[in-house]
Structure formats: C-alpha cells, structure tokens
C-alpha cells in the first residue's frame, strides 16, 4: 500500500505561486493513477487536477491555464504548481491516486494554501 505525504502549501498573496509536492511511499508508484484534490470549508473535496501513469493530464475548468500537473517517478512524487493564484483557490489540498483497477489510497494530511492580502 502507498502512503501520501503533501507539503509546500503556505499564505500568499493573490496573483502569486506556490509548488506543492506530494511524496508517495511504497512500491509500484509509477504505476499510479495520480491526482490533486482540494477542499475549501463547508465545500465538498474536489479533483482540481489529474495525471496518469503515462503522463497525460487533465484540469479543472477553475484552475485550467493557471495549474500544472507533473510526476517524478524516479522520486515517487508528484508536484502541482500554482500560478495566479485567486482567493478562491484558499484550501486544504491533497493528492491521492489509484493502481489500475483499484480504489483510492487513504488520505493524507493534506497540505493547506490560504491566498489573501
């Protein structure tokens, strides 16, 4: 089983950027189905941007043109870099993935990026 671990969240202001990374422990990484999540209070928890074991990517219509996905298999981890950041992009982030045919692994901690002035 693979473990999840989020940093790199923080305070910024709006129109800044910030790199979160996601480090995945246990065997078999590159394998994954990867994704990054986000849940702003009172909010569901939404998929705001995914990646598969190939390398291809989808966005959010919110976070499309500003989000970038990617993965280092070689690092088992995968990144979410965020530019133009908006108030409402203010969340507990996380990421979590899936091996073919398998349900999600357990959540994280997550990681929390508050955007304000």
């Known amino acids: 089983q693979v473990q999840f671990v989020e940093s790199g969240g923080g305070l910024v202001q709006p129109g800044g950027s910030l790199r979160l990374s996601c480090a995945a422990s246990g065997s078999f990484f590159s394998i994954y189905n990867m994704a990054w999540y986000r849940q702003a209070p009172g909010k569901q928890r939404e998929s705001v941007a995914a990646?598969?074991?190939?390398?291809?990517?989808t966005y959010a219509d919110s976070v499309k043109g500003r989000f970038t996905i990617s993965r280092d298999n070689a690092k088992n981890t995968v990144y979410l870099q965020m530019n133009s950041l908006k108030p409402e992009d203010t969340a507990l982030y996380y990421c979590n993935g899936r091996r073919p045919g398998a349900t999600l692994e357990d959540w994280g901690q997550g990681t929390q990026v508050t955007v304000s002035s």
């Open positions: 990646i598969t074991r190939g390398g291809t990517t």
